[in-house]
């Protein structure tokens, strides 16, 4: 490509190797257009893959690393401090020009393919750039003006090879370029679209080819860095899905054909038989108890199977149910090795971000792509793929296409994202060929929000489980009692009450909104006679939380009389069946799913399980919107059931009552659901991301306030401003590895003294399971004195042994063998 071959892309840090400059575009341009032609824009991606790095053939570039890595020595006259120099050269824009150049005066549709191709370039250091910025400026046309000086585009130019410069031309001039991007971005109009939902679609669509291209530079970047690690990648190589199929029919054949089994067996068959419908949006709603994670796994199987799709992707809402979802699937489609141990090469446990956002290039090498046939990932990660600021969460949002995504407890989507989501699944399911299944007991009513053009289209047909108002009834396996009283339950009166009903029922499970609460009732029960007490929350690593699981699983099978106090974390996809359920009042998602705990495979039939819904009056949630107006919604419901109970069918859990929650919870936030943000965010006015990543039109009039005419470019979206103020959510919280139990201490003393990267790569794998996350002030008060690096400049955090409680997990304050001393 070069007329010179010696242009260095990257030196390996372990033996001083040099990745060749060609050899790195040559196999990124394989890589983005394989990635890339999931959509059809194959072409599109070999391109930008191509021309990303090409302004490391500068002159200034060489000297540059060449004085970095020592192959120009402090004397000679070519040598420059690099120290200083780093992330100040520019490589990024010459090729974002070139295209630029070649395209953007053609006519209006070359503009626009020359904006979509050029963004990527450019951007795939940063994260995506604005378009406009909300101070009205064009901040991509000033970019395409960098002078020469800074991006040293004709330079480089200078040095292509006639061949290459033959071959790029080629591509450039190709008709498909533009009539392929065109026809995609056409493609993405349906009759309902706004302008606005149509633009966040092209926006969509931009991202999608920019993650094809940061993953494709990153796996090579990583697999020179470190060969042995490559052979840990599956490199989309899995298992074919039939051998997959058999596994699972294997322990379904298992399944005794009696009582509950045979009401999951009806469910099980219904998805079955559902999965030779087209791809497309579908729901499955299945009463708690249900059996739809190996139900829907069932539906994943065939489906993908008989579509040639890529991978089957579970976002789930609570990283408690990663771990038991995981083992069980794990049991099911991994194998063994001859120690007895699991291979790992069907399922991907993907809990948290282990990883500073400012990645290092050796942390770049470690992060995660989700290359693996079977992916377990919470919505907070499948959120940052679709809206996250910089380049780790965007890698991966091409894994979502082509893909089975099931989205378990979909109910537990944050409010402010619903708009967002809405419309970036229509896109997967109509332009990126996924097919998607919104999976819970309580669906939320996402196809009845307005604006109509952002509302999901959910029609009869597109239920996987026919009548599930007689599922519910078929299910039904206990009893709610309202005992809400005025002036609320003190903590002496909830602990009395938790231990009347494990003598009446042998089992109780006692359900609060906040980690204080857990804390403190806990402690309350511990003091009652005979009883074992067992606490939960997410201060607890995932393994932690197992086997404590574990635990209280064995105290049930063996009739122990037990009092399990946790969080909601526990309400959701855990297979686990108690006597009797304590809630604190929250909303009616969350009574419906714990309920789901409670005589969960009828055990107690003819009798039924008691759920005691209870109003604390100790418990402070003013802070946590989400569940302080979901209270007042169930009080509400709660008020209407006692007056007309054969208007809910006569269950408080009824679908009915499900419906009527949902309508008044949506309706007191439709305002919040374009996720707003306020002038204090990093927008610096009141806005929201729905506008921002669609028309921008605060940023465009502004502009216009400015400039007296209207912007010349087709896409006006503020991409990093709105990713930045995404980060508002809980995808903040940062990672930290615990030291549980001998192997969370062995895996930090390990990353705490190798240097070998492959060796870190699996103990960052291993460390999922070892890991808590915390949010950002949380964070600062403990990185005082209780957090560290495993090794300077890692960015890998992990916790002082004496921070972790084996009782309650990670605390802000010392503890020693028992109690948790931080709230």
Known sequence: MFRNADYIAHRREKDGEIQNLLDHLEEVSRKTGEFASKIGLKEQGELIGLLHDIGKASREFEQYIKSAVGLINPDEDDYVDAALKKGKVDHSTAGAQLIYRNLADKNPEGLLVAQVLSLCIASHHSGLLDCISPDGVDAYSKRMAKIEEKTHINEVIGKISDEAKAKITTLLQSKELLQNVVSRFKALRTPLDSQETLFFKYGLMLRFLYSCLIDADRLNTADFELPGAAKLRNHGNYADWPILINRLNEKLAAFEPEGINTVRQKISQACYDFSDKPKGLYQLTVPTGGGKTFASLRFALHHADKYKMDRIIYVLPYTTIIDQNADEIRKVLEEKDKKGKYLNRVVLEHHSNLMPDKET????????????????????????????????????????????????????????????????????????????VLCTATQPLLDKIEPKSRALPVTAEQQMVPNARQLFNDLKRV??????????????????????????????????????????????????????????????????????LDQVKACLHDKKPIICVSTQLIEAGVDISFGSVIRFLAGLDSIVQVAGRCNRHNEKYPALGEVYIINPAEENIDAIEDIRIGKEKSERLLDEFKNNPEGFGNNILSPEAMEQYYKYYFYQRASEMNYPVTADSSVGRADNLFNLLSVNSLSVEEYKRIKNKNPAIPLRQAFMTAAKSFQAIESVARGIIVPYGEEGKNIINKLCSVQELEKQYKLIRQAQRYSVNVFPDVLKRLQEQAVHEVQKGSGILYLDERYYSDEFGLSEAPVKDMGFLGA
């Open 361 to 436: 290039a050796r942390q770049k090498v470690l992060s995660e792509n989700w290359d693996a046939p079977v992916v377990l990932t919470t919505n907070v990660q499948v959120l940052e793929a679709l809206f996250g600021s910089g380049t780790r969460g965007a890698r991966r949002m091409h894994q979502l296409a082509n893909a089975v995504i099931i989205f378990d407890e979909v109910q537990t989507l944050p409010v402010k994202c619903v708009q967002l989501f809405n419309t970036a699944i229509t896109c997967l399911v109509n332009n990126c060929g996924s097919t998607v």
């Open 479 to 548: 009893e709610v009692y309202d005992k809400t009283k005025p002036g609320g339950w003190s903590n002496d009166e909830i602990k009395e009450l938790a231990g009347q009903r494990v003598i009446e029922s042998g089992s109780v499970l006692v359900v609060v909104n906040t980690k204080t609460s857990a804390h403190k009732i806990y402690e309350q029960c511990t003091q009652i006679s005979n009883v074992e007490t067992y606490h939960l929350s997410t201060y607890m690593c995932p393994s932690h939380r197992m086997a404590v």
